[in-house]
Each structure stands twice: as C-alpha cells, then as structure tokens.
C-alpha cells in the first residue's frame, strides 16, 4: 500500500503544479483576457528563481518570491499593448511574448545556461509546499468567485458593453486579472525550478501553453472545479494507460477538439449546469414560458 | 433637478450624416420618448448619450457634469443606466445573477477584502442578493429567480434587463425599446412600473416603436427622421403633426 503511494507522489506532485499554471490560466480567462500568456510567465519565474538561486546563491524563498514580482511585472507590462487588442488577437500577441521568453532563455547563455540549460538548483520545495500553494491559490479563487470580483470578471467576458454600462472600469479589471495570472504563473514556475533540479528553455515552450490551456478548456472556465478537475484528468490519463503518455499531445489535441465541439462549457461548468436545471426543475416552479425560449 | 441636455449635437460616419444639430431634453420625473423610423438614428443617440460613440459635434451634459468625452463606465457612475434593444443577458447564468451584476457600483469588496475579510466580502453579497430579490419581487419574477436568462420569454428578459439597470438606482433610464415582443397586460405592467419609477424624481428616455405605448405614457416627444428631430412636443400633438405623418408614419398610421 505504501508503496502504491510513493509510485504516485510524482504524479500527484505533477498535478499540483499544473494545477497553479491552470489557475494562471483560468483566471486571465475568466477576466476576459485572452491571454496564453501563462507559458511565459512560468518560464521568467522559474529562470529568476533558478538563476538567483544557482548563480548568486540565495536561499529558495527570495528566489521564488522575486519570480512572483517578475511575473506579476511582465503582465503589468504587456497589459498596457494587450489592452488595445481583442479576443483572438490577444491570443496571438501572448503566444509571441512566450516565444520571445523561450529565446531570451536560449540566448541568454551567460545568465541562463542556454540551450543546455540551468542546473543545479538546489531541491527545497516537495509536497507539502507545492500543496499549500495550489491550496492558497484555489483558495483565492474561491474567494473571487463568492464577492463581486466574481460577478464583474463574468459580465466583463460575456459582455464588455453591458459591463461598460453598469459602472464597470473594464481596463481595471483585466488588468488585475492578467496580473494574477502573472503573479500565479511565477509562483509556480519558482516551485518548479527548486522541484526539478535543473530547467531548460523549451519546457515553457508551445507544447507547455497547450497543456496548460487544455486543462482549462476541459474543466471549464467559470467554476474553480474546472481547472482541478481539467488538469486532474489530463494528468492521471497517461499514468492510467501508458501508451497514451508518448502521445501526450496528440491525445490533447483531439481532446480539446472533442470537448469544443460537444461540452464547450467544459465538464464541471456544464455538471453544475445540469445540476442547477435539474434542481430548478424539481423545485416545480417552472413557467409555462420557460424552456421554450422565443414568444414571438 | 438633474436633467439630461443635448445640444446640438452631430455625428458624421465618414461624409455619411448620421445625427445633425439634435437638441433634446430629458427632464427628472418625467417620460420622455424618442420615436422614428428604423435609420432614423436613434440608436447612434442613445450610444452616444452612453459615451459607446464619440460626438462630432455639440455637447451632452447631465445636471452639472459634461458627459461628451467621458468614458462609459464613468457616465454609469454619473448616475445613467441603460437597457438595449437586443437583449443582452448572461444566458447562462440565473436571473438573480443577472441582476446581481447590476449592483457593481454599490459594492465595495476588493481582492484584498476577498483575502482577507471574506466573511464582510461575503456578507457584502448575500446583501447584494436580498436587493435584487426586492427587485425582483417588484418586477413580479420571485419565482423565476434560479432559470437561467436564455431561457425565458423575450417578454421576461427584458424585465431581468431592466432590472439590472435599476440596480444602480440611476436617476436616468435609457430604454430602447423596452415592450418589443411584449403582450398588452405585459406592457401594461411596465407602463405602471414605468410611472413609479418617474415618481421617484427619476427620469426615463424611452426609445419606442410602439405608437400607443408613447402616446399613453410620454409626456413629451422627440420625432427623429434622417438623423434629426422633425417634431416635438406632446404625443397627441406631435401624432397630428403633418411632418410626422408623412415622414414618419406615412400610410401606416392607422395601425398604430
């Protein structure tokens, strides 16, 4: 039994990073940002953390915290040009930042070891730590989602003129969404680094953003259930079947084909749905008018 | 008293004239109605009242504040709410969501205060939803609070749309068209919620197709045709006036 148990606490290790990056994600979604830019983010707080701790030996926490504020810095920065732009632009802009964030770690050689990578990083961080992050950062989730922040984050994705009509300052908003998002994704990247040992610049490359946007896309992109149960999945899918992990990209690609076609919501949005229905329906108040949409 | 003041207003797309010289006043405690062919300009108006178009000419001010270069969100927080003309809801979401998300600018929770002092975020909005069950109550729709938006009567999501714009308890109601696709007893109801809310020293600009709708409730109106206003003045009298009838209603004034 304990032995099961150690032959899954890579696994389990595993997820709980991906589930931060997942959060990074899901929050500059629900913001209404379409960012993919998360790759990047991890990658500048993974290296900050990875090169202050290997080249000028300070201890792990001031690495990861400064991969923090690098983070949450890059995405202050790039929310004033991504401001200007919408929707599937946004989209293009950020996968351009994450290919500019893999070829300064390439060609930075002197500071980030190059294509070869960065080495040596001392290994502090293990389960424990990497489960109080990912539970403080769904924590903070959570807490969005019972307050207004909540409320606005949904009617400014949905809506912008409807939230522009109610009193919302748009521009304020996405930008603290993206900003967590930043923040959220160094954090993690810094864990990464100090679990890993040694980073190298493709691991935060294109391959990383789809991972990390598939979790979302799977869970769903309203509840705080969607990324844990998106990146709970996608984890456990090659550990469950073998052959399924040399094709791990693959297997993603056509699942997020799937999933957009048929649970567009993603699979916890559409349970609470179908939860939420069934209860209204059962609650016997439903109209004559209702479920048939159009009067007229 | 606040009142709502065009002045002159214009508004050129390229060399195409949309609004020329367009002077209306919405007065509070009053229903003002803004009435013209589908081109008239209407619309071009009401987004520019709400800041979503910049003028090319003229001025809007509101009380003591200027609104002509004021950004959207801004003219909201100066006390105008709107409704729109395709209806625009969280589908997904439930009714008392829906109108939750009107009361933004009454709540006061930051991240911060999500952090650290969820129990007073939180409280903050179980009192958010106490309100929008009041208005919903008013509205008549207590029953329906849990259905999700897209899945009601047009009739019904315009009810929830202008719920949410109450919920900023704005001294100024923009409604375009607010009774499209409503019944008789329907827009009868809102009429009655309409004359409460003018009561209340609100005003209201109402955006309107239906003839009888404007004539029973406007105490004055604007007739707007090419882009600008060809007649105003009380219903009865603005209906008779021969510009109108020919610009406006032309031969299908008997079925109004």
Partial sequence: MSDFIFNYIPV????????????????????????LATAAFAGIGAYTAGILSVKLGLPSPVGIAAGVVLGTAAALFLSLPLSKLRGVYQAIATVAFVQIVVSLNIYLEGLTGG??????????????????AAAGVAYMMWAINRTRLGRTFDVIREDEAVAVSLGVPMARYQTLGFALSGGIAGLFGGLEAHHTYALEPNQFGFTFLIAILSYVVLGGRSSVLGPIVGTAVLIALPEIARPLDENRVLVYGLLLILVINFLPRGIADTAIDRLRLRRVARSGSAPAKAGKAVET | MTELVLENVGKTFGG????????IRVPAGR???????????KTTIVNMIT???????????????????MMPHRIAEAGLARTFQNIRLLKDASILENVMIGFHMAERSTLLSALFRLPGAAKETRDTRAAAMALLDRFGMT???????????????RRVEMMRALAADPQLLLLDEPVAGMNEAESAELARIFRELTD?????LLIEHDMRFVTDLCHHVYVLDGGKVISEGRPADVLADPVVVTAYLGESIDAA
């Fill in chain 2, 16 to 23: 195409v004239v949309a609004s020329e010289n367009v002077n």
């Fill in chain 2, 51 to 69: 800041g979503m178009l910049a003028l090319s000419s003229g001025r809007i001010t509101f009380g003591d504040t200027d609104l002509t270069t």
């Fill in chain 2, 143 to 157: 029953h329906l609070r849990d259905h999700p938006a897209g899945s009601l009567s047009y009739g019904h999501q």
């Fill in chain 1, 12 to 35: 389990f290790d595993l997820f709980l990073l991906h589930l931060g990056f997942a959060f990074s994600q899901y929050i500059a979604l629900r913001s209404g940002v379409f960012s």
């Fill in chain 1, 115 to 132: 294509a070869m990578g960065l080495n040596g990083i001392p290994h502090t961080v293990g389960t424990p730590v990497l489960f109080v």
């Fill in chain 2, 31 to 41: 229903i003002t109605g803004l009435i013209g062919p589908n081109g008239a300009g």
């Fill in chain 2, 200 to 204: 209340e020293g609100r005003a209201i």
